[in-house]
């Protein structure tokens, strides 16, 4: 459980990270909040020789409202977002997934750009970002460009980063006043989602993701077109795993991921709808 040796360097702003993984090319990682890539590199699943921390860039921590939209920084820790004002009024089931983010200690190191760029289907805010229409920004040494939530999401632990890329903003839609549910069933609180479901509805529309579902966090696009014909939210949930292709694993069958996932989606639909 120790790591393979590595260099460190700190950076003290988005620039000079990218200038540092450029110097530093491939075997160089970006570190934020570390609660993904510390436990991988302890398991030598990763080896990186050196890391490039960002996690003191305090201009990339905010939560800020744009009009239409809310901007989070992607230093932005889980808990941050859990008690934002901001976003427990414009965008609740954000606040509400941050919350369930593993323990307290999680939260305070976790960083959402963190949590978005590891881009593991088991964890809570891609799939949430994914069902809330986000838009994440990226600045590399090509400059800024906007990747939507929709297309970021590209296999197992893999996205449409870069390597010498920085995830710098969130964009997320404002859904004042829209019904939502969140869903996570696991053993212990702790625990990431064996099958989780986020989800919001309003007169406009609805977005529904799902965690652990597949190799990556899953929109799905089937229950939101038929609540769009006015299906029952029951008969809406069926759809739930029409795109998904859920694997077996110690915790549970595909066949049985695929039942959890009818079982929250309707739940968290049942919330949105009240
Ligand atoms: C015990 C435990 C329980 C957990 N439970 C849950 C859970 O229930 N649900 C859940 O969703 N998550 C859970 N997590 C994961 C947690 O949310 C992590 O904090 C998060 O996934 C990663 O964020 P981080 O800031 O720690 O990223 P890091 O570990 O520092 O980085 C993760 C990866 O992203 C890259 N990266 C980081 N920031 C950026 C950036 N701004 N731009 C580009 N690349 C970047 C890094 O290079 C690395 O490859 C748990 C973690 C632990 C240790």
């Known amino acids: ?50 890391l490039i921390d960002i996690g003191r860039i305090k201009d990339l921590s905010y939560i800020k409202d744009e009009g239409n939209h809310i901007s989070i920084g992607a230093l932005t820790r889980h808990m941050d977002i859990e008690n934002s004002a901001l976003l427990k009024q414009h965008v609740p089931l954000l606040a509400h997934a941050a919350a369930q983010v593993g323990d307290a200690q999680v939260r305070h190191r976790g960083t959402i750009g963190g949590s978005l760029a590891h881009a593991d289907p088991a964890s809570d805010l891609p799939a949430t970002t994914l069902a809330l229409g986000a838009t994440y920004i990226a600045v590399g040494p090509k400059g800024e460009r906007e990747i939507a939530a929709r297309d970021f999401y590209k296999g197992f632990l893999e996205s449409a980063l870069n390597p010498d890329e920085i995830l710098t903003e969130i964009q997320v839609p404002k859904i004042t006043g829209a019904g939502w549910g969140f869903q996570k069933f696991n053993r212990r609180a702790q625990d990431w989602a064996i099958v989780g479901a986020a989800a919001w509805r309003s007169k406009e529309g609805s977005g529904v993701a799902l965690v652990n579902m597949g190799s990556t966090p899953i929109l799905a696009t089937s229950v939101s077109a038929a609540l769009a014909k006015g299906a029952s939210v029951a008969d809406a949930a069926d759809l739930a795993a029409a795109e998904a292709s859920p694997q077996d694993d110690l915790n549970a069958t595909s066949d049985y991921r695929v039942h959890l996932a009818k079982v929250l989606v309707r739940r968290a639909l049942e919330d949105a709808s009240k």
């Open 1 to 50: 459980m120790i790591p393979a040796a590595f260099e460190y360097k700190r950076a003290s702003s988005a620039q000079e990270a990218i200038a540092l993984i450029t110097q530093y090319g491939d075997e160089a990682k970006f570190l934020a909040g570390g609660h993904s890539l510390i436990p991988l590199m302890k398991l030598r699943l990763a080896q990186p020789t050196m």
